[in-house]
Antibody
Framework: QVQLRESGPRLVKPSGTLSLTCAVSGDSISSSRWWTWVRQPPGKGLEWIGE???????NYNASLKGRVTISVDKSENKFSLMLTSVTAADTAMYYC???????WGQGILVTVSS | DIVLTQSPGTLSLSPGERATLSCRAS???????LAWHQQRPGQAPRILIF???RRVTGIPDRFSGSGSGTDFTLTISRLEPEDFAVYYCQHYADSPRTFGQGTKVEIK
């Protein structure tokens, strides 16, 4: 069974960079999956942030206007999210997932505040 | 990009009643690659249905999905107390694999 676990700073200052990592267990990061980041602002719906394949090919939500980068680390079986120039609007629960396969991390709440 | 519109926004029903949730896509969802996810308060989402109508192993048979092309439906035949939650549809044939805005099923 695939398990995903998010980690990273839970508090980020405005204009700073949000960096999260997702550790994958129970499967290889090199399997045929699009490893995905999804976020959910408090009280709101799910927003697809982007995804990466083990080859390094990535797709992003255009609404994030070039602020987002997703990368993969095969040696450590993990993938990462970087979101730059954050504001309070980026405060959310961040999930790593493979949604169509039904695999979700528990989520990590990241707050953008000074 | 495909935009998914879910309706209604909120469904107020009593336990034992039937729930019918709609998800409409702005263009055809290829291969009917449409999933339904349930999210209970304080929990991560979990998948119920994939490929529009295929129920995930372990999901009760009171949940069923139907539809094709641009119109999809999730039906809960008889609501149990644990079914009161928010439901999201998601298409996943092509990127960006967006979600609908969600339908909240609340106790009447």
């Amino acid at each position: 069974q695939v398990q995903l676990r998010e980690s990273g700073p839970r508090l980020v200052k405005p204009s700073g960079t949000l960096s999260l990592t997702c550790a994958v267990s129970g499967d290889s990061i090199s399997s045929s999956r699009w490893w995905t980041w999804v976020r959910q602002p408090p009280g709101k719906g799910l927003e697809w942030i982007g995804e990466i394949y083990h080859s390094g090919s990535a797709n992003y939500n255009a609404s994030l206007k070039g602020r987002v980068t997703i990368s993969v680390d095969k040696s450590e079986n993990k993938f990462s999210l970087m979101l730059t120039s954050v504001t309070a609007a980026d405060t959310a629960m961040y999930y790593c997932a493979d949604p169509p396969s039904g695999f979700w991390g528990q989520g990590i709440l990241v707050t953008v505040s000074s | 990009d495909i935009v998914l519109t879910q309706s209604p926004g909120t469904l107020s029903l009593s336990p034992g009643e039937r729930a019918t949730l709609s998800c409409r896509a702005s263009q055809t969802v290829n291969r009917n690659y449409l999933a339904w996810h349930q999210q209970r308060p304080g929990q991560a989402p979990r998948i119920l249905i994939f490929e529009a109508s295929r129920r995930v192993t372990g999901i009760p048979d009171r949940f069923s999905g139907s539809g094709s092309g641009t119109d999809f439906t999730l039906t809960i035949s008889r609501l149990e107390p644990e079914d009161f939650a928010v439901y999201y549809c998601q298409h996943y044939a092509d990127s960006p694999r967006t979600f609908g805005q969600g339908t909240k099923v609340e106790i009447k």
